[in-house]
């Protein structure tokens, strides 16, 4: 889902099921993880990816939660 727009990235993850967007959680957890290893051995370039995947597993998050108040 890199270099996607906002509005094109919430579309997608909205028209995921609930299967689907759980994975991508765990994907995005797992990135998220290796990319603050990276950034711990000064490997990482782009320190800002972390927060773009920090955002996207929120966002993920917050359609699984409205989901189950349905």
Partial sequence: MANLKLKEVREQ??????????N???VQ???LYHMR?????RQLEDTAAIHTARKQI???LTILREREGK
């Fill in 24 to 26: 991508e959680v765990a």
């Fill in 37 to 41: 290893r990276k950034v711990a051995l």
């Fill in 58 to 60: 929120a966002r993920a």
């Fill in 13 to 22: 993850l909205r028209s995921m099921t609930n299967e689907e967007l759980v």
């Fill in 29 to 31: 957890r797992a990135n």
